[in-house]
């Protein structure tokens, strides 16, 4: 199993406020993908869905983005696409560089690039295609790295993600009807909303 631990700590000083946001984010996204995981019966490794969950935002200390104490200088939405880079520099299996790139928003189409990142790679959809990829899309949405950092409502993540039109609140909206049915914390608070 690759460390995952190890490539943190490289990128993550221990006792800075980045790391700890970091790991209190790439903690809760673990742990709520690895409860949808088991309780959608989905033919998962724990073990992989843990180190990709804890690895998919690895690259967001290169970005701007002050309120989460990360002082790069490329933009937060290209996060991803650094991230996989990182982890593909240092060795890491591909499916873990293939979460980070694709795990942003509800996934990223080559319209939504051109729109909204253009610090990403033209011409190139960031969509998650496999049943990790998609469902650490999916967890991590519940949860920012700024505020409280408690789970969100799905209420709050359907609002989130309206901001950014029609098609990624359906490309939401198809991510929940797979995993969102094994998650009693969601659907109950989304249960006075219908």
Sequence with gaps: MFDYQALIDRYYPAETPLRDIYMRH????????????????????????????????????LTDADGIHCHGKEPYLAHGRIGADLLRCSGAPEVYARVAERHTGAGLTIADVERLAPALTPDRSYMPESTLERLICYADKFYSKNNDMKEKSLERVRASIAKFGPDASARFEALHKEFGSGDPVSDSRDAGHK
């Design 26 to 61: 790439c903690r809760s996204v673990a742990q709520k993908s690895l409860q949808l995981a088991e309780s959608n019966h989905l033919p998962l490794d724990p073990e992989e869905v843990k180190a990709a969950a804890m690895l998919h935002d690895i690259g967001i200390f």
